[in-house]
């Protein structure tokens, strides 16, 4: 059975491809160094069309409405522009309700693309351009520690990380927060209320890297302008001994947050890279592996959910659980010394 991977490693090769929604215009140059914040494409991308049925409005033939358009491809027309006009004594004159540009006319009808807005597309992690994909992106490469998480608010940003979770279990509060964290990253631990993201976000704080975070704050960190990694779950988990240990011996160094948006289908994972200097490239992750014996695995559900352990054994055929249902299952020892059996679906394999 494959496993899910969680990438909590210490050095590694790591590649992403960065692309826009739409085409537009790639900026970056092949083998350019680029840093999390430096853009590296750019496209218009309109956020309604508007159909202006000519031909409907006019009650004229599709033939005949066409040859009545006074606009093109490519018109960039501002609001009441007259897209055609009618025949006869008073001839009926088609208004764009709205501004826009032309993206289509024919057919006896004129589409308009409205409310356009300029996106740009950030490197999100610093590195060497490797590849150019035109007219939508690049594929950049870095080395350094790669710690993924499971919730990020979208938010891109480097600075120097400050660890103020003195344990994996370590509640992050505002009275721990003051001026000097100003423009760092906070290794925090747990967040349980709304006043420490707030005090956060006042003090210019660059991001937030959380064990867990109560559910009822997730409107107010999805609103943040600074970006917020959560590496465990929701409510009050402690960070996960592999994650911490990592991150937690490399405070005071420069750390990239790129937090983006949990997909389980792509495998996109929100993330904290650390850059290192390396005098040989490591390996890349795997993105594909097998449960096995002998593999470190974090339990994604209760009653030890984030606990990491050791794969002792896969069961064979399926496991009665004490719910009553049976299932793939294997013997996962903690590192509390305790054995436990789980289910293959509540285990992710670290590394």
Not at 119 to 128: C, D, E, R
Not at 137 to 143: A, E, M
Not at 258 to 282: F, K, M
Not at 296 to 320: D, E, K, M
Request: proline share 7%; charged share 20%.
């Amino acid at each position: 059975m494959l496993a899910p991977l969680l990438h909590i490693l210490p050095l590694t090769t790591i590649v992403r491809e960065r692309t826009l929604p739409v085409a537009g215009r790639v900026s970056a140059r092949l083998n350019q160094k680029v840093s999390p914040n430096d853009v590296v494409a750019e496209a218009v991308w309109a956020r309604e069309h508007v159909l202006i049925d000519v031909a409907n409005a006019l009650r004229l033939p599709i033939s005949t409405a066409d040859r009545l358009l006074r606009c093109k491809v490519g018109d960039e027309l501002p609001v009441s522009a007259e897209v055609a006009v009618g025949m006869g004594f008073f001839p009926k004159s088609i208004r764009t309700p709205k501004e826009g540009r032309v993206i289509a006319a024919g057919g006896g009808q004129v589409l308009l693309e409205t409310g356009a807005n300029n996106v740009q597309l950030l490197a999100g992690i610093p590195g060497s351009v490797i590849q150019i994909i035109p007219d939508y992106g690049v594929i950049i490469q870095t080395v350094g520690s790669l710690i993924q998480g499971v919730w990020g608010n979208g938010r891109i940003a480097t600075g120097t990380m400050i660890n103020l979770a003195d344990t994996p279990d370590s509640v992050l509060s505002a009275s721990r927060l003051d001026m000097s964290m100003r423009t760092n990253i906070i290794l925090g631990g747990m967040c349980k209320d709304a006043e420490t993201l707030q005090v956060a976000a006042e003090l210019g704080v660059r991001g937030l890297i959380l064990s867990s975070l109560f559910p009822s704050l997730l409107p107010i960190a999805s609103r943040m302008q600074m970006p917020i990694v959560v590496t465990d779950g929701f409510g009050g988990l402690p960070m996960n001994s592999a994650a911490y240990r990592l991150l937690s011996t490399n405070a005071k160094r420069e750390v990239t947050l790129n937090a983006e948006q949990y997909d389980r289908y792509s495998g996109v994972r929100p993330e904290v890279i650390i850059p290192l200097p390396v005098t040989q490239e490591p390996a890349q992750p795997r993105d594909v592996e097998a449960f096995a014996p002998g593999q470190i695995v974090r339990l994604r559900r209760p009653p030890a959910v984030s606990a990491i352990g050791t794969l002792v054994a896969l069961r064979p055929g399926l496991t009665q659980l004490p719910s009553g249902l049976r299932a793939l299952s294997a013997d996962v020892k903690l590192e509390t010394g305790e054995t436990v059996i789980v289910p293959l679906v509540n285990l992710e394999v670290v590394g």
